[in-house]
Nanobody, 126 residues
Framework: QVQLVESGGGLVQAGGSLRLSCAASGHTFSNYAMGWFRQAPGKEREFVAA????????YYADSVKARFTISRDNAKNTAYLQMNSLKPEDTAVYYC???????????????????WGQGTQVTVSS
């Protein structure tokens, strides 16, 4: 089992940037594809971005493409989400998640992920 801890959230003005980190422990990090999801108040959790185990496959939601960048450092057991040009509609709790299936695919379905962090709040003011 892997434990995930997100950090880096906060309050930022529209147009600003934040970098979220997801630190993993408890198992071999490179065995997991990683995903970022978010949930705004009153809305369902939605996919943001995913990255394959070696970092070679990446997938973004259309709403964040060209503004957000997902990456990972397997030596540091950490995944990242660099968020630029933030908008008020990006306000949400952001979660990282780990997918242990060895398919090599990167997935947008939250139910494909086995482990979740506790989330970090991102608030973008207008």
């Amino acid at each position: 089992q892997v434990q995930l801890v997100e950090s880096g959230g906060g309050l930022v003005q529209a147009g600003g940037s934040l970098r979220l980190s997801c630190a993993a422990s408890g198992h071999t990090f490179s065995n997991y594809a990683m995903g970022w999801f978010r949930q705004a108040p009153g809305k369902e959790r939605e996919f943001v971005a995913a990255i394959g185990r070696s970092g070679g496959r990446i997938y973004y939601a259309d709403s964040v493409k060209a503004r957000f960048t997902i990456s990972r450092d397997n030596a540091k057991n950490t995944a990242y989400l660099q968020m630029n040009s933030l908008k008020p509609e990006d306000t949400a709790v952001y979660y990282c998640a780990a997918d242990r299936t060895p398919s090599g695919l990167v997935k947008s379905d939250q139910y494909a992920y086995d482990y979740w962090g506790q989330g970090t709040q991102v608030t973008v003011s207008s």
